[in-house]
């Protein structure tokens, strides 16, 4: 018996995502279990939704806010490192800090009176809170490039354009991907207060919970939003090796 | 190939450079010297344009240099730097093959040229093509960074400092292969350095800088025999001035042919300097010479390093 075959065991990942799918299709089966530690309780466990379709619209919302702070943020971002942005970098920092400052509630709380309830309000919410560590982590990347990497890029005869994309771009990339990691993971977790206005999420357990004293709800949605935190950190933590692998090679 | 007319450049209210008129044909090595803010890297960066000079004229091939747009003006010229700035997410190959790769070449014609670069470069390639940067010595690294600057097969090779972080050992073998590099492409190079010995070596004219200005061009014969000023003879070093010129020539231009003497023999492509070193350390004041082959090719006598003057 060789114990190669067994090596995928030992990674946290797999752990991860299989206790996330189990506890997610199989949360019906903790009914008893629930009960039995909540006996208070009229209704022990969560049913208004399947914990399936509530983590995939809370996947769907994170997806898209993220997506749509890394877009902006990343653009902005290289804006600011070329020449021609360079003065409009103060700017553009104070107005991402001012982003993460105003809690995303008070974004919501101001969304919803203009464009109504539903999950709009929630991803503009959520995209600018999430664009903070993204700008940061760009501009940091791209500084962190070697001034002679980009002298000799320059003198060998890469474009502006070129010199972006074949040298700084990967180079900045593991630092960006940092802050898009991280970016990520605090949006995992404040996309459950989109509940309160209307969106579907893994928050919609947790703010019924609160609301009805039901701390069984609570837990649950906690338990699978706390999965699905780790388990995204881990995916992030496997590319970011990829794409780092230039700098402790095989 | 190079012609710089009352060229100026100035950094605010420093004037880094000042009416440098300077014309460098093609074959030609040039040594650019001078001390620290003498001007020699700025008028090596204003040839590709990396610095834009305020007056004059610089004309490549006859035209002025901005006439071209600089990206294409910059890949006719291979550049190499003392920081030596390989890309250190790509690989040694793919690092070279950087300049091809912007000219279009058939992937076929690239990966040719890589191997013949590294071979050339001393760098067996099938151990070395697949490696990244960080798995390379300084010495390493910058052969890779000589061959990058080469790969494009460029009409004129830019080099600022590029053997000043090496030790020296390995910068000397460096020197060596560049020399040779330059006998065999005839490509004219353009090469930035403070350090004499390495000019003395490798230059077919030296071009000594101070404040902006030229102060002295020549081989390097002319300016260790015939010092405009002070500050030549200065620069290039009183103490030992006769042995750098002892330097400039080989045992292969004294040697007395058909003679022949007992000992251990010395190649006829050492340096006189070397072989004064020899007949002191030997207590003789003859040596056997060989050829490349190893055959013999007659005597040097301790009389011939003083016979004509260099």
């Known amino acids: ?250 | 190939m190079i012609e710089l007319q009352a060229v100026g450049k100035s950094f605010g209210a420093t004037l880094a450079v000042d009416e440098l008129s300077l014309t460098i044909e093609r074959g030609e090595f040039v040594v650019l010297i001078g001390a620290s803010g003498s001007g020699k890297s700025t008028t090596l960066k204003m040839i590709n344009r990396l610095v834009e000079h305020d007056r004059g004229r610089i004309l490549f091939l006859g035209q002025e240099i901005r006439s071209f747009k600089p990206e294409q003006l910059r890949r006719r010229m291979g550049y190499a730097i003392q920081s030596i700035g390989l890309f250190p997410h790509w690989t040694v190959a793919r690092n070279v093959a950087a300049v091809p790769e912007l000219l279009g070449w058939s992937t076929q014609r690239i990966v040719a040229r890589v191997d013949e670069l590294l071979a050339l470069l001393g760098l067996e390639p099938g151990a070395y093509r697949q490696r990244y940067p960080s798995q390379l010595s300084g010495g390493q690294q910058q052969r890779v960074g000589v061959a990058r600057a080469l790969a494009g097969d460029p009409e004129v090779l830019l080099m600022d400092e590029p053997f000043g972080a090496l030790d020296p050992i390995t910068r000397q073998t460096l020197q060596q292969e560049l020399a040779r590099i330059h006998r065999a492409s005839g490509k004219t190079i353009v090469m930035v350095t403070h350090d004499i010995d390495e000019a003395l070596r490798l230059a077919t004219r030296i071009v000594l800088l101070d404040h902006g200005r030229i102060v002295q061009a020549g081989t390097p014969a002319q300016l260790l025999a015939e010092p405009a000023n002070a500050f030549v003879s200065d620069f290039v070093g009183r103490s030992d001035l006769g042995l750098k010129l002892l330097g400039l020539q080989t045992v292969a231009e004294r040697v007395r042919a058909g003679e022949n003497v007992a000992g251990e023999p010395v190649p006829q492509t050492l340096s006189l300097r070397d072989a004064l070193s020899q007949f002191v350390v030997r207590r003789v004041d003859r040596l056997p010479v060989v050829d490349a082959h190893g055959l013999p090719a007659g005597v040097i006598h301790f009389a011939d390093l003083l016979q004509r003057a260099p």
């Not at chain 1, 509630?105 to 009176?113: E, K």
Request: hydrophobic fraction near 60%; charge should be positive; proline fraction near 6%.
């Open chain 1, 1 to 250: 018996m060789t114990t190669k075959n067994w090596l995928w065991l030992r990674d946290p990942l797999v752990w991860a995502l299989a206790a996330l799918v189990w506890l997610v299709f199989g949360m019906a089966h903790l009914k008893p279990l629930f009960a039995a530690a909540f006996p208070a309780l009229d209704r022990p466990l969560y049913e208004q939704d399947t914990f399936v379709a509530l983590l995939w619209s809370h996947v769907e919302i994170v997806a898209v806010s993220s997506a749509v702070a890394v877009v902006v943020g990343v653009a902005a971002a290289l804006f600011v490192t070329r020449a021609a942005g360079r003065e409009f970098r103060p700017l553009v920092e104070t107005l991402v800090a001012i982003g993460q400052t105003v809690p995303p509630v008070a974004v919501l709380a101001i969304a919803v009176p203009l464009i109504g309830f539903g999950e709009t309000p929630a991803l503009i919410a959520l995209a600018l809170y999430g664009l903070l560590p993204i700008v940061r982590a760009t501009i940091v990347g791209i500084e962190s490039v070697p001034e002679a990497v980009r002298e000799a890029a320059t003198g060998l005869g890469l474009g502006g354009w070129q010199r972006l994309v074949r040298a700084e771009l990967p180079l900045a990339l593991p630092v960006l991907l940092a802050g898009v990691r991280t970016s990520v993971i605090i949006n995992i977790g404040t996309a459950t207060i989109a509940s309160t206005v209307g969106a579907r999420t893994l928050g919609s357990p947790i703010i019924v919970g609160l609301a009805g004293f039901n701390t069984a709800y609570v837990i649950q949605g906690a338990l699978v939003v706390g999965l699905l935190a780790i388990t995204v950190d881990l995916l992030f933590d496997r590319a970011g090796r990829h794409f780092d692998r230039w700098r402790s090679p095989r």
